[in-house]
C-alpha cells in the first residue's frame, strides 16, 4: 500500500512538473521553463510568471506571513492565465488545486494573460 502511495505522488508530481512547464513556455518563459521540475525553483518559476523576482522566496522563511504571500501569488498566477483569483480557494483541498493546474497546463484555451499591476 506504502508502494501504491509512492507511484501515485511520482505521477502526480510528473504532472504539475509537466503543466507548469507548459504553462511557463504560454509565458514567454522557455529558457527557464525547466525550473518547473526542480522543487524550490518551481516556486521561482511561478514568481518569475507573475512578474517577481526570485528573492521572494525569502519570505517563505517567515511563519504566517508566508501562508499569505502564497496566497496572494496564487491569485495573481490564477489571474496572469487569465483565470479568476477565487479559483484560489481551491488551495485549501491540495489535491484538487493541483489537478486545476495540471488541466490549466494542458488546456489549449488557457493563455498566458500578463499580470495587472
Not at 500500500?1 to 501515485?8: F, T
Not at 509537466?18 to 504560454?26: E, Q
Request: charged residues 10%; contains cysteine.
Amino acid at each position: 500500500m506504502l508502494v501504491l502511495g509512492y507511484l501515485i505522488d511520482i505521477a502526480f508530481y510528473i504532472l504539475t512538473s509537466m503543466a507548469f512547464y507548459r504553462l511557463a513556455k504560454k509565458a514567454g518563459l522557455a529558457n527557464i521553463a525547466w525550473f518547473a521540475w526542480i522543487p524550490v525553483l518551481n516556486i521561482a518559476l511561478q514568481l518569475r510568471m507573475i512578474g517577481k523576482s526570485a528573492w521572494w522566496l525569502l519570505i517563505l522563511l517567515v511563519p504566517l506571513v508566508n501562508v499569505v504571500f502564497v496566497i496572494i501569488w496564487q491569485v495573481k498566477l490564477c489571474r496572469a492565465f487569465g483565470h479568476s483569483g477565487a479559483n484560489v480557494w481551491w488551495i485549501l483541498v491540495p489535491f484538487v488545486y493541483g489537478i486545476i493546474w495540471i488541466v490549466w497546463g494542458f488546456e489549449k484555451e488557457t493563455q498566458y494573460v500578463g499580470v495587472r499591476r
